[in-house]
């Protein structure tokens, strides 16, 4: 069956950088800051990912959608979806395909982003726009399927803020707590929510953990009553420098003494609360093949990433509390970070996976080591003298 041709659209960057190609997903305007990943399989979960809100992406590989989506028919853990939403604010791929197969697939990529409302444009030459987001740095750009003129594409971009200062995180937050797992699984993780994947409570799950997923903004005394064995600080959207009162909360979190897992923004803003600052990256970290060394153990992995902010290593390096646990081999950014003499660690990439290798995964049982260390300690016998 011929498939009628799509209507034309444009992709425009601010530095003036003009793309034209034929429209995806619902007709519309879209603006946001242009990335790329450059994993070749996982767009489901990548476009779900809470950590892109506010961004448009660019897939490098060749053939999206030839796969089609599956999404869970009463429980989103129960799909590939990272998130409750399509959180990108535009795509753009090269050759997108309307035809899918798969056996577990429940529909199409094209139905998934006409339903989200997500504008995007296909059939351009993708190579040469990672080329020039490599060579130039990110930046906002805007993708039109309506047939709005150059000047008024020009005035809504120059509208649009910027990344840098801007904070996403209560976007995207969960609006009340709520529980995942087992509620007499022996260990009790208390996540805030900056903009969690839910592959990540996936590895909890898994690995015995009994989660209550926590609003960016609850009270520490309120996670406290819960009884927690340790907190976990989620990945999530935006500026970390743009997040004073995320800071204070993690200042409060790592006074209590439990065992603390940082992801991503979590990682960051660990580094924030240490008086750490976070640094905005000329086009970040987004694929499923960044090599990272593990400084502790001396051995190597293949990690998940997905950030345009990165902690500060020459400060990291000059602070008395910290020590730099993992760094990114491409360019020695800091990958993970610990607490000298705390059960407090975070990282740079994803360990959870979604998409992306396994080679991470063990960080989640050391969290769950700490946690059982912990209560170990706090129900030993008092010894007298």
């Known amino acids: ?130 080329r020039h987001i490599r060579d130039h740095g990110a930046q906002n750009a805007i993708i039109d ?31 009340e707590a709520y529980d995942a797992g087992e509620p007499d699984a022996p260990n009790r993780v208390a996540l805030v929510d900056f903009g969690i994947k839910l592959n990540t409570v996936r590895c909890l799950n898994h690995r015995a953990c009994f989660v209550r997923i ?47 897992f940082g992801i991503c923004l979590g990682h960051q803003l660990i580094a924030e609360s240490h008086g750490i600052r976070t640094l905005k990256m000329h086009h970040g970290h987004r694929g499923i093949n960044h090599p990272v060394h593990n400084l502790i153990t001396g051995k190597s992995e293949v990690t998940s990433q997905n950030h345009g902010f990165v902690v500060d290593r020459e400060q990291v390096e000059k602070h008395p509390d910290l020590e730099i646990s993992h760094e990114h081999l491409n360019d020695n950014s800091v990958a993970g970070l610990r607490i000298k003499g705390r059960p407090v660690f975070s990282v740079q990439h994803h360990p959870e996976a979604g998409p992306g290798p396994f080679d991470s995964q063990y960080l989640f049982d050391d969290f769950v080591v700490l946690m059982s260390r912990k209560r170990k300690q706090e129900t030993a016998p008092v010894q007298h003298a």
């Open 214 to 260: 926590f609003p960016m903004d609850t009270p520490v005394r309120e996670m406290l009553a819960w009884k927690p064995d340790g907190f976990l600080l989620s990945n999530g959207p935006g500026d970390p420098g743009a997040m004073p009162q995320a800071k204070e909360l993690v200042k409060e979190i790592l006074a209590t003494g439990l065992p603390i």
């Open 1 to 130: 069956m011929l498939v009628s041709q799509r209507p034309k659209a444009v992709l425009v960057l601010d530095d003036g950088t003009r793309f034209e190609g034929r429209a995806i997903g619902a007709t519309g305007t879209t603006v946001g800051e242009i990335c790329f990943n450059t994993g070749m399989t996982g767009y489901q979960e990548i476009i779900t990912d809470p950590s892109y809100t506010g961004q448009v992406m660019v897939l490098a590989s060749p053939h999206i959608g030839n796969y089609g989506v599956k999404r869970g028919a009463a429980d989103p853990m129960d799909g590939e979806d990272e998130g409750p939403r399509v959180s990108i604010a535009g795509l753009v791929v090269k050759k997108f395909s309307e035809v899918w197969s798969r056996p577990a697939s429940t529909g199409s990529l094209e139905e998934m982003l006409v339903k989200a409302g997500i504008t995007g444009i296909s059939d351009l030459d993708t190579r040469k726009l990672v």
């Open 145 to 175: 399927s309506t047939g709005l003129d150059d000047t008024a594409l020009r005035e809504r971009l120059s509208q649009a803020p910027d990344m840098t200062g801007l904070e996403l995180s209560s976007k995207v937050t969960t609006s």
